[in-house]
């Protein structure tokens, strides 16, 4: 089983819709992560948290909100879904007592809206 | 502002060696990440330099030259199955990662 599971792997939805990207992980990792990645450009943060009680905008938070219900679950929600938020998101976690402090990565949420 | 520079694509033959090169300009430094990522998939972390030099670990190598905003990862006896985008990202002076859309390699037998 993977140790960072996101849920739905693949989404359709209409413009207007609210949606819910779920991601819970069994790495016993405090710190949590969301991006998105659109064709041929980097990843970009959309927002991270570094425990239950602490949540972060990171560089394009608009249009998006997060809810961290426990260590190990942290969720993406898109309110009102856009055509232009159609991208391929990742959840990600890190252990900030590792030296190199690196991100695991789910398996990605592919999110279209119509 | 913030900025990676690493060749957009480049080819190489199974068996061989190739280098993929990358330079960095950031507000501080606080290491390097060389992630890979396969198409489709998410991004698996390959390496972290935080210190000048050259760490090895198996076929893959990375270099940092913190003075230059320079690194590279070398991958040595390529297998088709190493064919994936490679991604440089440094860590600026907050500790944000900073991403690029890296180099796409395309492994040719």
């Known amino acids: 089983d993977a140790d960072v599971t996101q849920t739905p792997r693949n989404r359709i939805t209409k413009t207007g819709k609210r949606i819910m990207l779920e991601c819970s992980q069994t790495?016993?990792?405090?710190?949590m992560y969301w991006y998105r990645q659109d064709p041929g450009l980097g990843l970009r943060l959309i927002y991270y948290?570094?425990?239950?009680?602490?949540?972060n905008k990171g560089e394009i938070s608009d249009g998006y909100s997060v809810s961290r219900q426990a260590q190990a679950k942290f969720s993406l929600s898109l309110e009102s879904a856009i055509p232009n938020q159609t991208a391929l998101y990742f959840c990600?976690?890190?252990?900030?007592?590792?030296?190199?402090?690196?991100?695991?990565f789910g398996e990605g949420s592919r999110l279209t809206v119509l | 502002g913030q900025n990676i520079d690493q060749p957009t694509e480049m080819t190489a033959t199974e068996g061989a060696i190739v280098q993929i090169n990358c330079t960095y300009q950031?507000?501080?430094?606080?290491?390097l990440f060389w992630y890979q990522q396969h198409a489709g998939e998410a991004p698996t972390f390959l390496s972290y330099?935080?210190l000048d030099g050259l760490e090895e670990k198996g076929r893959f190598s990375s270099f940092l030259s913190r003075s230059k905003g320079y690194s590279y990862l070398l991958l040595k006896e390529l297998q088709m199955k190493d064919s994936a985008s490679y991604l440089c990202?440094?860590?600026?002076?907050?500790?944000?990662?900073?991403w690029g859309a890296g180099t796409k390699l395309i492994i040719k037998p």
């Open positions: 948290s570094f425990d239950v009680k602490d949540i």
């Open positions: 790495k016993g990792h405090d710190r």
């Open positions: 990202v440094p860590l600026d002076s907050n500790y944000q990662l900073i």
């Open positions: 330099n935080v």
């Open positions: 950031t507000s501080g430094f606080n290491g």
């Open positions: 990600a976690t890190s252990d900030p007592d590792r030296e190199s402090g690196e991100l695991f």
